[in-house]
């Protein structure tokens, strides 16, 4: 009897996947840490036609427990015993890593990472964007059912391009800011709750191989929390294993952009690291999506998070870290563009009558609750028009706001700033980037930004008398800096 084999080496989660492949039966999922020095095995039933059968023995092996695991399957997988020439192994393809799992009309296909480039480091974690994938289809030939329509739907979903701006990181949550991960990773282990503090405890250490020693808050297991859902575009392909493996298989991956410089302030080294998580509800091109769906997520919604760092010391425990985000969308009104019409400015319509501001209402509840107050709208779109077309949307917009802030505290109440960018780029008097810099320093001392210090976490800036520049000053009053859009 064949016994079918694929064989993958992850990074923490795995980081390097060797695949082999075997006959009939199932597959194997080999995956190690960097060092190679822990092993994870995850078994795959290629006998079920459309159902996916995965069995994981949440074991920890040794470099020679699978060593002695893969001759066991080699030789049982030889067309007769002592017989050297029809092995049951060999090699498919190499893989960094899985993308998820997905079906269509017939079976289901696995998602693998075949190519990968570093694009950033963030405390000792790296960020590597999407290169090239594979897919792999599971149940063996023998039991497979046809399906007339499987190769439309196949190409459908390869119409996705998984090499264009996909990032992902073995140990970094790419879905979270900065601040929310390294709130994470100093909580005592018996805050997070008794499943996340196990699968921190069992998780791989991802620097073994560099002799570097458990730094406690450091990071040193990776971010083990639960992914912000808005910004993983893999989740659903993931789901149908979450509860069936471990927590090390799991590899959720961001849309958007990912990059990093590195400068030289004053003689010291000095990374800047560029964030945007584009957000998978309500996701679609321009034109196609506009405004909101019932449920307040807007279209072309993306979180950006600048990150600087100290680049000489590479730890979140030892290193200064600062980090602000903001967020970009479609206006949060029910509202479109038909573009049946060939027109460069197609009309803009609002398409139901939202008096209550429902769904502004539950954008800026999501908003409100994933950052905190004041919540501040910077609105650059045309005020003046001979024509009404973006000022239909500024006016509803202002409608919204002024309606939910009377149901606001003064002092947590929407703060709407309006700026036709448009026309003060037409003005030779006005220089556009001086407004908006008076505009960026005014947002900023009103929320504040992060800033990784042991003594606190909250800054505010303040003129300095004598040099007329700014300072930050650090009030350890607060426990948590909010960061808002």
Known sequence: ?????????????????????????????????????????????????????????????????????LGRLDLG????????????????????????????????YIVLITKRRKMADIGGHAIYKIEDTNMIYIPNESVRVTHPDETRYLRIF????????????????????LQYNLT????????????TARTRQESFDIFEDEGLAAQGGSGVFGICSEPYRKYVWNGKLLDVVKTAVHRDWMLYIIH?????????????????????????????????????????????????????CDASVMSFSAGSYSSYVQVRGSVPLYWSQDISTMMPKPPITLDQADPFARVAALHFDQMLQRFGSPIIILNLVKEREKRKHERILSEELVNAVTYLNQFLPPEHAIVYIPWDMAKYTKSKLC???????????????????????????????RPDEKSGCHQIKYDSEFLFLKVKA
């Open 1 to 69: 009897m064949f016994m079918g084999m694929l064989i993958m080496v992850l990074l923490l989660l795995l980081t390097f996947c060797n695949i082999y492949f075997c006959h009939i039966q199932r597959y194997f999922l080999v995956g190690s840490n960097h060092a190679e020095t822990k092993y994870r095995v995850l078994k795959i039933d290629r006998t079920e036609p459309k159902d996916l059968v995965v069995i994981d023995d949440r074991h920890v092996y040794t470099q020679q427990e699978v060593r002695e695991l």
């Open 77 to 108: 997988n030889r067309t007769k015993i002592g017989q050297k020439g029809t092995s049951g192994l060999s090699r498919a393809v190499s893989a960094f890593g899985i993308v998820g799992f997905v079906r269509f009309l017939e079976g289901y």
């Open 158 to 177: 390869q119409n996705v391009d998984l090499s264009s701006n996909f990032y992902f990181s073995y140990s970094y949550d790419l879905s979270h800011s």
């Open 184 to 195: 994470v990773l100093r909580m005592p282990l018996e805050i997070l709750g008794t499943e």
């Open 256 to 308: 958007g952009f990912c990059g990093q410089s590195k400068l030289l302030i004053y003689g010291r080294p000095v990374y800047v690291t560029l964030i945007a998580r584009r957000s998978s509800k309500f996701a679609g091109t321009r034109f196609l999506k506009r405004g909101a769906n019932c449920e307040g997520d807007v279209a072309n919604e993306v979180e950006t998070e600048q990150i600087l």
């Open 431 to 461: 220089n556009v980037l001086d407004r908006l810099n008076v505009i960026a320093e005014n947002v900023v001392k009103k929320t504040g930004f992060f800033v990784n210090r042991p003594d606190s976490y909250s800054s505010v800036l």
